[in-house]
């Protein structure tokens, strides 16, 4: 109920109002039944936007440390991600991955929307990087179909850093449904996910036209650090 308030009465109505997002594809995400929805990672508010657009409840997998926070702010902040149907993980690898894995394939099981971020984080420059293989892994698992979505603009509108957005329109491309059935039990093979993930990758990419870069996000950033110290 309080997910259905926020999204249709409180926040909704004002983001979407100032925003404007243009929006193709939406009729693409199916009715009923699990299904995952891939997106690009540009901004913060891309996963306030999506769930805004879509009809249907859209659980993302935030890492934990959103709702871990004190004070305030980290009151607001935890209520912000629990409102907006965001369940916590923990990124720190191992036993931990395993379990987010085991997360959204609750989600996808019960017959929910799951959205991801193949990249495992945001781009530190508006380009594309290299998808992770965990997508493929709850797409085979699950056995639900995957829908690339492009963010457009959105970068633009709250760069990595702020924590005021920018009242400008962004854009939301929903692409066609990716069937991977062909592949059903084959989700140990780690050559495998890699081919679903490369080819989930490059619909994202043609659907939101941004320059692709063949290493991992995280890498980048982690370098970038590095010399910054």
Sequence with gaps: MFYWIMKN??????????FRPWIVGLDKIPKEGGVILASNHLSFIDSVFLPLIVPRRVVFLAKSEYFTGKGLR???????FKATGQLPIDR??????????????RVLR???????????????????????TGVARMVLEAGVPVIPV???DTEKAMPTGTRIPKVRRIGII???PLDFSRFEGMEGDRFVLRSITDELMYELRTLSDQEYVDV???SVKEKRANLSR
């Design 74 to 80: 980290g009151w607001a902040t935890r209520t912000f």
């Design 174 to 176: 929903i692409g066609d």
């Design 110 to 132: 019960s017959g929910g929307v799951l959205g991801i971020y193949p990249e495992g984080t945001r781009s530190p420059d508006a380009k594309m990087y290299r998808g992770r």
């Design 150 to 152: 492009a963010m457009i």
């Design 216 to 218: 991992y996000a995280t």
């Design 9 to 18: 009465i409180v926040v909704g109505p004002i983001l979407l109002g100032l």
């Design 92 to 105: 720190s690898g191992g036993k931990a991955s395993e379990d987010s894995l085991n997360t959204g394939l």
